[in-house]
């Protein structure tokens, strides 16, 4: 079972349009957690960590669900410019890092 | 400025060839990781290192080398016996356990 599972869409939506991902867990000793966006030909590039308590950052949100094991993100009102892939991150213990494969998000005029 | 660098960004490697990779970070973090990633896949964990003179295998160890001399910099060799060596080569650096940090990457072709 791999440690960190995400849908890799695609996912294809028009402007100014809600969408969520998801990213499940499988390990419950899991520390920290945090959402990349990739764009195409690039590095990841940190987008937010994920509190317990749950952190927005203008038109992003993110929540994290102990109990279920599981971290999301919504994007409301969606710009062309948010077009990207959208990796999940997930720490254990130490240096234990595990990515998602990624999310493919499109958003359309 | 603060940050994590790597050269080349394009590398065209003949069949039979050894490659060094180069990764440099200013962030003084302790951990260093190395991962591949091919077209339309996520990130595979090659070799990470949580401290000077010391690294672990990752998940696709094999055909690769890799040094932990300086806290600054962890180089990866892609050696003859990678048999698939063509993808994109992303490095990064964290606190521990913090969030990671990329470089650029280096695009790799085996020609």
């Known amino acids: 079972r791999k440690e960190v599972e995400q849908d890799p869409g695609p996912f294809n939506v028009p402007e100014g349009a809600t969408v969520a991902f998801n990213c499940t867990y499988s390990n419950s000793a899991s520390q920290s957690f945090f959402w990349y966006r990739q764009d195409c030909r690039k590095e990841p590039k940190l987008l937010m960590s994920v509190y317990s308590s749950g952190n927005e950052d203008g038109r ?4 994290l669900n102990r109990a279920s094991q599981y971290i999301s993100l919504l994007i409301r009102d969606s710009k062309l410019s948010d077009s990207a892939t959208y990796l999940c991150g997930v ?12 999310t493919s998000l499109t958003v359309i005029p | 400025d603060g940050g994590i660098t790597q050269s080349p960004k394009y590398l065209f490697r003949k069949e039979g060839q050894n490659v060094t990779l180069s990764c440099e970070q200013n962030l003084n973090h302790d951990a260093m990781y190395w991962y ?6 996520g990130l595979r964990l090659i070799y990470y290192s949580q401290i000077v003179n010391d690294f672990q295998k990752g998940d696709i160890a094999e055909g690769y080398s890799v040094s932990r001399e300086k806290k600054e910099s962890f180089p990866l060799t892609v050696t003859s016996a990678q048999k698939n060596p063509t993808a994109f080569y992303l490095c990064a650096s964290s606190t521990s356990p913090g969030e990671q940090f990329f470089g650029p990457g280096t695009r790799l072709t085996v020609l």
Not at chain 1, 60 to 63: D, E, G, M, V, Y
Not at chain 1, 91 to 102: A, D, H, K, R, S
């Open chain 1, 91 to 102: 720490t254990l213990t130490g240096n234990q890092f595990y990515f998602g494969t990624g």
């Open chain 2, 36 to 41: 591949r990633q091919d077209p339309g896949q």
């Open chain 1, 60 to 63: 992003f949100t993110a929540q």
